[in-house]
């Protein structure tokens, strides 16, 4: 007998809202979004800036709450939970890589990846440290682990916050212009590794971008505009 049970979606937003202000001051930063990601998708989200791309990004994960509307991350209704639980969330399903990498410039590219383990408390230092040189050497930098990031280039840079993203084993990973501050062939090396990596470990990811390389490779692109998704490549 056939299985037609359906999996679960990694995210399911439902009439989402979002404002900021109030009166003459108001703005609708985003307006009646429906949208469903599948556990495992690789999605680009494209937009002009001030888009509502980063909003929409920062609802979905959590980080902000909608003024109207629902949110389930993983059968999980964030609108229910409290900041100690969205932290908790956060912390442990989710894994961020931001466009200016976000690295500590006091610490070597070990260190960066190891000590948000163990402050996280989801690791003993003999698993952390494990996990930290695993996911250095599989974006290619077991070379360079005790390089601080003013010693590394930007691709570099941005590699060992992807395996920082990473090493916790988070099931969605969402990233805003990852390549954004990367010149073109970094850019593209940094896409492939990403795209790679979505494809061995079946991680979600979710990548809010302006490229061009992103949006023609993407497995699915959703564009939003003026607060409204506008287009969805899945539909």
């Known amino acids: 007998m056939a299985n ?3 999996e679960l979606p990694a995210i399911l937003l439902s009439d ?3 404002s900021y202000g109030a009166g003459e001051s108001k703005v609708d930063a985003l307006k009646n979004i429906n949208l469903e990601i599948a556990q495992g998708e690789f999605l680009a989200l494209c937009g002009p800036s001030g888009s509502g791309k980063s909003t929409l990004l920062n609802i979905l994960s ?4 909608p003024t109207f509307g629902t949110v389930m991350f993983l059968n999980k209704l964030l609108n229910d939970l409290n900041e100690d639980h969205l932290s908790f969330v956060r912390s442990k399903y ?3 890589i931001f466009q200016f990498f ?3 410039p006091v610490l070597n590219a070990f260190d960066n990846v190891y000590y948000p383990l163990i402050l996280n408390g989801n690791f003993n230092k003999k698993e952390a440290k494990e996990r930290s040189l695993h996911y250095l050497d599989s974006v290619g930098l077991s070379h360079l682990t005790d390089r601080k990031p003013g010693q590394l280039s930007g691709g570099q840079q941005q590699r060992v916050a992807i395996a920082r993203a990473l090493a916790h084993n988070p099931s969605v990973v969402v990233a805003d212009e990852p390549t954004g501050n990367l010149d073109l062939a970094t850019g593209e090396s940094i896409l492939d590794l990403l795209m790679k990596i979505n494809e061995e470990t079946k ?9 061009t390389q992103l949006k023609d490779r993407a497995r699915r692109v959703v564009e939003i505009n003026d607060g409204g998704l506008v287009y969805d490549s899945a539909k």
């Open 4 to 6: 037609n049970v359906k």
């Open 62 to 65: 959590g980080i902000d709450k």
């Open 203 to 211: 991680t979600t990811f979710i990548i809010s971008t302006h490229s």
């Open 16 to 18: 989402i809202y979002k």
């Open 102 to 104: 976000n690295l500590m």
């Open 94 to 96: 989710l894994g961020f």
